[in-house]
């Protein structure tokens, strides 16, 4: 899966770590989260929310690879044109 499997894991750490960002401007309050990084600011935040969903992550990864390589080989670069 390779370099695939690395943009769909980029992109769901970029899902992750923007969609955390937002909903701490929003004002979604999270305790433990001031916790562990204080008045460090938004983006410092949204990337502690996205280190403690790490496994979610790696399980999503998991479950989305086959099907983004078969939509690959079915419709982009991966088609063999027969």
């Known amino acids: 899966y390779g370099a695939l499997g690395l943009v769909v894991w980029y992109l769901l750490f970029g899902l992750t770590i923007g969609s ?9 309050d999270w305790p433990w989260l001031e916790e562990q990084v204080g008045d460090a600011g938004t983006w410092v935040a949204a990337y502690a929310v996205a280190k403690v969903l790490f496994p979610v992550r790696v399980a999503a990864v998991a479950a989305i690879l086959p099907f983004a390589a078969r ?9 063999s044109g027969a």
């Open 71 to 79: 939509l690959r080989r079915r419709f982009g670069r991966g088609s």
């Open 20 to 28: 955390a960002a937002a909903a701490i401007e929003l004002g979604v």
